[in-house]
Structure formats: structure tokens, C-alpha cells
């Protein structure tokens, strides 16, 4: 199994930065992907990046050139650094891993881009 631990969310003006973290333990070695999520009140959660574990990168459209997804594999870490947030870019921030037939969520990190 995997445990995943999200950290770096909080209160941001429009134009600013946040880096989140995911931090990873467990059956490590059974994940062929990291991903970040988003959900935005009343609304579905949406996919947002993604970097598999030969280190392959996937961004949403909605990101692109402004949210970059990277890993420290000594510290078993996945990184979200966005930039130029927006509002629209406020959400609960999920990280996710996913294995062979399974996807283990995080607890989720709040991100507020106030304009």
C-alpha cells in the first residue's frame, strides 16, 4: 500500500506562487504514476498534472506554462510549483499514485488565490 501526505496550500494573491508537496511512503516502488487533482466547490474534481515514473510529464490545459510538475526521488517527494495563480485556481488540491489496478489518494490541501 501507499501513504500520501500533501503539504503547501494556503491563502495566495492573484499572480503569486505555491509549491505543494506530496509526500510518499509505503509500497513505493509500485507506482507507475503521480498525478495532482483539483476540486473546486461545487464542481468535479478535474486532473491537473501528471509525471510517470520514467519521468513523463502531462499538464491540463487550464496550466499549461504556468504549473510544473517535478519529483525528488531520494525523498520519495512529488512538487507542484504554480505560478501566476488565478482565482479560478482555487481548490482542495489532491495528490494521487497510481499502481496496477489501483489509485491512492492524498488527504487534500487547500489553495485559495484571492484576487
Known amino acids: 500500500q501507499v501513504q500520501l501526505v500533501e503539504s503547501g496550500g494556503g491563502l495566495v494573491q492573484a499572480g503569486g506562487s505555491l509549491r505543494l508537496s506530496c509526500a510518499a511512503s509505503?509500497?513505493?516502488?509500485?507506482?507507475?504514476?503521480m498525478l495532482w487533482y483539483r476540486q473546486a466547490p461545487g464542481k468535479q474534481r478535474e486532473f491537473v498534472a501528471a509525471?510517470?515514473?520514467?519521468?513523463?510529464?502531462n499538464y491540463a490545459d487550464s496550466v499549461k506554462g504556468r504549473f510544473t510538475i517535478s519529483r525528488d526521488n531520494a525523498k520519495n517527494t512529488v512538487y507542484l510549483q504554480m505560478n501566476s495563480l488565478k482565482p479560478e485556481d482555487t481548490a482542495i488540491y489532491y495528490c494521487?499514485?497510481?499502481?496496477?489496478?489501483?489509485?491512492?489518494w492524498g488527504q487534500g490541501t487547500q489553495v485559495t488565490v484571492s484576487s
Open positions: 509525471i510517470t515514473s520514467g519521468g513523463s510529464t
Open positions: 509505503g509500497s513505493i516502488f509500485s507506482i507507475n504514476a
Open positions: 494521487a499514485a497510481a499502481t496496477i489496478g489501483t489509485t491512492t
